[in-house]
Each structure stands twice: as C-alpha cells, then as structure tokens.
C-alpha cells in the first residue's frame, strides 16, 4: 500500500524536512524567480506542481528523533526531484538526512536545463551544509540553455559545501576523490576530458584544480601533470610551478588516439 504525505504534513511532523536543504543539494548556479526563463516553466510538467513526498512505508521513532521511508520513495517539488528506495532524516541538535537506493536519482531544475546526478548514497548535513553522494555518484550538470554543453563528473566521493545567500543558495566547494574523479565538459562543440585522484572546484572563481595524476585531452593536446587547474570562464589550463612538478604534453591529430 502506498503512503502519501502532503508536504504541509511533513511540516507538522517536528520539521524533519527542510526542503530547501534538498534544493541545494546538487547546483552549479542557482536560479533566482527573476533568472526563471520560458523554458524552465515548460519542464515543470516533469517535476511535482505540489511539493509531495511518498513512499510505500513508513516509520517514526519521536523518542529518537528518526523517521524512515522505505520503498519507491520520492519527494519532489517544482523544482527538484529525488528518488530512492529507503530515506532516513535524523533531527534534534544536528539535521541529517540520508537516502540510498539502486540508485537514488537527483534531477534539478537548472536556468539551463534540468541537473541530474545519481548515487547509492546521499547524506546531507543540514547543520554543516554540506552534502555527500558516495557509491560511485554521476553528475551531469548543463551549462547552456541550448542543452549543447554540459559537465559531468563521476567519482569515488563527492562532497559539496554551500550557503544560504541573499540571491539563494550558492555553492562554496565541491571535493572529489577516486581512482580517479573523472569529469568532461562540452562546450562549443569540443569536449575537454580532464581526471585526477582529487578534484577540487571553487564555485565563485570557477576553478577547477586537479591533483595527484592530472590528466587533461582534447582535440589537440594530451597532457599529465602532478597538478593542474583549469578555468571554466575562459576554458585555460595552468600547470603550477613546483620541483616535484613534471609536465608531460603530447600533440594530437585529427582523430588519432
């Protein structure tokens, strides 16, 4: 039997969800009402024109303060969607929130499109703000309204820090680990593929730096370094000075490999 609560009755339940902490989770930019376009009102249709959560079960432990929904779960809005097979929300002095499934699925409502990102695992901090997507977690994230670039990342852990501004919510950091993070970007029809065993992305400056076994390729070049750091403004590379630096590039042609 499925167990469907009005987004009002989880309000009322001690408020153990705060969906804004859900709206935030996975971003590159974060649209304000005034930044809505055309396009954004049309994809609605996909997402909740309430804000909804359901599941098939459901249990609350208030002496605790844990409440936990399992199977087909999902909780949506106009803007976001995420679905998972169990979620867990911890509340009393710290917010934690932790949904897992085969995989959970994240789709975001973006200024360019919708943000999408799948993970066994989500844990969000909501007293830290910070949210964690382990379990070999995919992000695809548009960059452009015309849905011809985008970046994707898919990494061993990604942890994402942000804050509550004026204009919204607003991404701090990003840190990826593996072996190793992988991440492409399109844009303007050339893909650069870059990959490291950590990643670190600075949402204000747009920088994205690669350390331990960096590697970057494109139609041109092929290149590994100890570190390098790539500017998403204007899509350049820069391989820092260092002793231990050693930076290898080869030329590529046409198709060749």
Excluded at 188 to 198: E, F, G, I, P, R
Aim: net charge positive; proline share 3%.
């Amino acid at each position: 039997m499925e167990l469907t609560l009005t987004f009002s009755f989880l309000q009322n339940l001690s408020r153990i969800l705060v969906l804004k902490s859900f709206a935030i989770v996975l971003f590159f930019i974060t649209p304000s009402a005034s930044a809505e376009t055309a396009k954004n009102h049309n994809q609605l249709s996909s997402f909740c024109t309430k804000a909804k959560f359901q599941s098939e079960s459901m249990s609350s432990d208030r002496k605790k303060g844990v409440s936990i929904a399992s199977g087909n779960v999902e909780l949506c809005n106009e803007s976001f969607i995420i679905k998972s097979d169990k979620l867990t929300i911890e509340r009393k002095q710290m917010q934690r929130i932790e949904a897992s499934g085969s995989p959970v699925v994240f789709r975001q409502l973006h200024q360019n499109g919708t943000l999408k990102a799948t993970s066994r695992t989500l844990i969000l901090d909501e007293s830290a703000s910070i949210a964690k997507l382990s379990g070999s977690p995919k992000l695809m994230i548009p960059t452009d309204s015309g849905g011809e670039s985008n970046i994707e990342i898919e990494a061993h852990l990604l942890s994402m820090k942000y804050k509550n501004g004026s204009g919204g919510v607003k991404g701090v950091w990003l840190d990826g680990t593996g072996s190793p993070v992988k991440i492409s970007i399109m844009s303007d029809n050339v893909k650069t593929q870059l990959s490291a065993n950590k990643a670190y992305f600075d949402f204000e400056k747009k920088l994205l730096t690669l350390t331990d076994n960096a590697f970057l390729q494109d139609e041109t070049i092929e290149l590994t370094a100890g570190e390098l750091i790539f500017d998403l403004n204007n899509h350049r590379w820069t391989a820092p000075p260092s002793n231990k630096q050693r930076v290898t590039i080869k030329q590529r042609f046409g198709d060749s490999k």
